[in-house]
């Protein structure tokens, strides 16, 4: 197909590719034939996605906020994404291996509980969001107003929203959800010009992602995907974090070691253990914990691989899950493609190697992979780049409870999307005029096996005998992988305007709620911030009046005077004025303390005003 050549020149659109990883984030942008990521000042282009709430009411994110992660364990908050779009009891359990608290929120929502506040995780992924948006318009000098933002291949309808509405909340148009696999495979260059099959192997921080995608004719049809949303490097962590806890003195690592202290330092120092093992063959670590002891180690590659064998083979199982789910064998897979820091581990391409038979492709760097690969998409969706057409699949199958309790499915496992399928349902007892329909996802046969997506009630069914209404259901996934369903009655045409608002995420009114929420609170939070400087800034005038005064020798008049401003801005302060009346007292002094010949005290404020802010 070829476009006329002399189309009307047209400016082109600035959308980023976002890679909002468990871990770490990114963005890139593409340019020309190839993408580039954007790097910050420093060069870096990852942003850990973690957000540190000080105690000093600054909100710290990325680097900042993972360099305080041991400082204020319970104050720093990552992995957030294995929250999003969940419910609080699902996350349950993973929520207390967190070192900050989780707690459950209305319609029993995750909230992060820091201080008197309770963050949704959404708010959080905004925040990272915003950084790594800052980030891009610092490295392109303009602002991205515009992204496609990655997800895992597993995220459900839930998280997917959850997923663009952290995007709006960071003032992002999110243009497009993108399961990161298929990302990654646009990264490495499989850019349609041939037909093949590709095997996409992520295994990042907290997600493992399998896809199997067909290039055929330029279009990229995503054939099947598996995975687990909980395996992952942080799992390789824990494992080496075990042996550590046990090379700490008895009285440190006494189970369960409850210090979130000691807790975080020796994931941290797991990580880097683990790091350099995929390097060398043997590492040693020496972790100081000041006066809680030392905990010595060395862990050889072969030790490492030992424990986390049974880990890999599970990612295998999905793997040969995913080939088979395709209706292929191993042996059709043209390409391997590796992505997620954790397929650095030598131990995870060699048995992927080994299971597949051929060396998987290693040029694009396996962090950056996701996010290069979704600015080519971007650029598809600004309207640079026509030529090439993504189509994903459904996860999970998607139906409705029928009688007993039991899952019709509307949307088959792995169907590819944008799709619509439409079933004919009838009443179960004579003169039922309304239907209560309840939307499932799983591959469950009974409903309580599988996660309810939401209720709605179709009404006004004339009462007729069971089984004679025609009630077409209908459900329709975009090609966000977000669910709609609708209703309706065939013979009377009677029609409910149903759709199914995500069980566990935030609805459109929320959503709107927490932005101007968090506009009206930017003015609160920088109202109190100011007091708060005020109030520094009277109490060290009067420390700095009162030693001034008893050095400086002045005649009893102007000391009276003094004596008297400063005694009425001590009064204040030890009152509650407010920041007005403050600022008015310490506008007081100084006019009194300028009016002195003597330049003693202004000196010594001075001086003391400076001390302050060098704290
Ligand atoms: P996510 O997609 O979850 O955000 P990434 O793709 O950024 O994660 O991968 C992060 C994981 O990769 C972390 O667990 C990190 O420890 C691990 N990782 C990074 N570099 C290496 C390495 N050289 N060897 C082993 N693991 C690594
Ligand atoms: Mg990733």
Redesign the pocket.
Known sequence: MSEPAASPPTKPRLVVGI?L?????LAAIRAGKGARVLRDRDGEP?VP?MVCFHPDGRVLVGREAKALRLELPDRTVFSV?RLIGRSASEVAAEARRLPYRVVAGERDLPRIRIGDTAWSPEAISARVLQQVKTTAEQALGQPVQAAVVTVPAWFDDAQRQATKDAAALAGLDCLRILN?PTAAALAYGIDGTQDGTVLVY??????FDVSILRIEDGVFRVLATAGDTHL???D??LLLADRILAALPKATAKPPVDDPFVLQSVRSAA?GL??R???ATEAELQLDLGPRGTATLRVTRAEFEGAIAPLVQRTLDCVQRAVKDAGLRLEQIDDVVL????T??PLVRERLRQLTGKPPHTEVD??LA?ALGASIQADVLAGNDRSLLLLDVIPLSLGIETLGGATQKLILRNSTIPTSVTEEFSTGVDDQTAVDLAGYQGERELAQDCRLLGRFKLRGIPPMPAGLPRIAVTFLVDVDGVLRVTAREQRTGAEAGIQIVPTFGLSRDEVRRMMLDSIEHAQQDYAAREAIDVRNKAAAMVRGTQKALALAELPPDQTYAVHKAVKALDRLLAGSADAAALKAGCDELTKVTATIADDVISSAVTKALREEEGR
């Open positions: 890679d990883g468990t871990t770490n984030s990852l996605s994404k990161e992520d295994l990042g921080g907290g997600t992952g490097g942080d390789f962590d990580e683990k790091i093992l995929s390097d992505v997620g820091g954790s650095r581990v396996p962090d996701v």
